[in-house]
């Protein structure tokens, strides 16, 4: 049978009122899978959803921002995951992306998950994941969720001080502890080690109280930051991780676990950072020893495409250098979906979806074919300064009120992230493509 993917019939020739629903999957009829079978997949669904809306007709909030997401590419990054890193068991970081079918797709592939709340292991619970495969990978934890935890029976928890030693004393004792240990994460978009992270000269001393209060601990954990980009990073901390194992050793712990965290980007580093951590693996843990990792953004990064509307401009005139340039606004920006450029130190790229009647989804154009650029500053809807999404970028095309942009690898920390400040939602559409059939086949697309 020949691979597959699917794309709308029907579900995308809706009314105005009807695109007021939450999140649906896009399916259908049946499409040749190839190199450029998500493209198009993306493609028609954008384009779709946009030219069912009329925004001088429809309700208040139909033309607001929302998602195209392949799962097929979620489903393609494991298999990547699979082939570089085989011996680390993913555990997804749900704080990155808690999306329900990118959860429930992972769940079917077998994913663990790394879980940071109460409501992240109740989610990944009522999706009917066995607890074994759920690590509370939060080692400053309050007290009702670890009493949650411990009622639920996700008995894997992280932890780096004395105080919580205690505190699980008191209400975990039965709990499978991971000593969460310091890293160079100087190299890392976002830093960890500031604030977890037990130093090596205070290691032994923890591993001698958890003795005295009969915990046991089973393995080390540790996380050289989220967007690692210094291979170098996981040979140290897998040398460290070595050496706590020998010191538990010697006071008979029987660790059987390595957590070698998250900090795994999508782009091409990922293969040579995984060679770089396989190796370090190989040479200082037997194959006795179970490793997991905690991806998040690798997973679900570029899977992940938003549409925006420009619901105003402003034109701006330097009398003095005789240009003319244009402020842009969207109906979404750092508040909402763009918090992963504050948070996350993002830099999405604008690019042009709709202008006028016409559709310009992944047109490329030289510089040869665009001699005259316009250039134009992006912003956010709310009344706040900070609210800027681009400073400066340029097209070839006079964009006007009622045109969409579009930003790809929207997929972390983003919707996850957003707020509801000035009144704008927090809520937005996702609409659900799949270019790959082994993911589609799980999922019963």
């Not at 909402?336 to 006028?356: A, M, W």
Request: net charge negative; with cysteine.
């Amino acid at each position: 049978m020949a691979p597959s993917a699917y794309i709308a019939t029907e579900e995308y020739h809706l009314s105005c009122d009807k695109l007021q629903s939450c999140d649906y999957i896009a399916r259908g009829v049946p499409v040749d899978h190839g190199a450029g079978t998500s493209k198009q997949l993306i493609g028609e669904a954008l384009k779709s959803r946009v030219e069912a809306i009329d925004q001088d007709t429809c309700g208040v909030g139909e033309e607001d921002a929302f998602f195209v997401a392949d799962l097929g590419e979620v489903y393609r990054q494991h298999m990547r995951w699979k082939t570089h890193l085989g011996r680390v068991k993913p555990h997804y970081a749900v704080k990155c992306n808690p999306d329900p079918q990118v959860l429930r797709l992972l769940s079917e592939m077998g994913v663990g998950f790394d879980c940071a709340s109460k409501a992240e292991i109740e989610q990944v619970l009522k999706m009917g994941v066995d607890p074994s495969r759920i690590i509370y990978a939060q080692p400053c934890k309050t007290k009702s969720y670890v009493r949650y935890a411990a009622q639920s029976g996700v008995k894997q928890m992280t932890f780096d001080n004395a105080d919580e030693l205690y505190k699980t004393k008191q209400l975990f004792p039965g709990a499978e502890l991971y000593l969460r240990i310091l890293t160079d994460d100087s190299a890392s978009l976002c830093r960890l080690s500031q604030k977890f992270g037990a130093s090596l000269d205070t290691t032994a001393e923890l591993l001698e109280l958890a003795k005295k209060l009969e915990l046991n601990v089973v393995g080390v954990a540790f996380h050289v930051g989220s967007g690692a980009s210094d291979p170098k990073a996981f040979i140290k901390a897998v040398q460290d991780a070595r050496f706590v194992f020998d010191q538990a050793a010697t006071l008979g712990f029987e660790m059987h676990t390595l957590d070698v965290g998250g900090g795994f980007t999508g782009d091409d580093t990922f293969e040579p950072m995984a060679a770089v951590l396989s190796a370090s693996l190989d040479s200082y843990f037997p194959p006795s020893v179970r490793i997991i990792g905690e991806p998040g953004r690798y997973y679900v990064s570029t899977a992940f495409t938003i549409a925006c509307h420009v619901i105003a401009r402003r034109t701006v005139t330097d009398a003095t250098l005789g240009t003319t340039s244009y402020m842009l606004y969207l109906n979404d920006g750092v508040y909402g979906n763009f918090s992963s450029i504050i948070f996350d130190h993002q830099n999405p790229v604008p690019r042009l979806l709709k202008c006028g009647d016409a559709m310009l989804y992944d047109v490329r154009r030289s510089g040869y074919d665009t001699p005259s650029m316009t250039e134009y500053s992006i912003w956010g809807p709310t009344c706040d300064g900070i609210d800027v999404i681009s400073q400066s970028c340029v097209f070839p095309e006079v964009i006007d009120v009622g045109d969409w942009l579009y930003f790809e690898d929207m997929g972390a920390y983003t919707k996850c992230s957003a707020t509801r400040f000035n009144g704008f939602t927090d809520a937005h559409d996702v609409v659900y493509v799949c270019s790959e059939p082994g993911a589609g086949a799980l999922l019963g697309f």
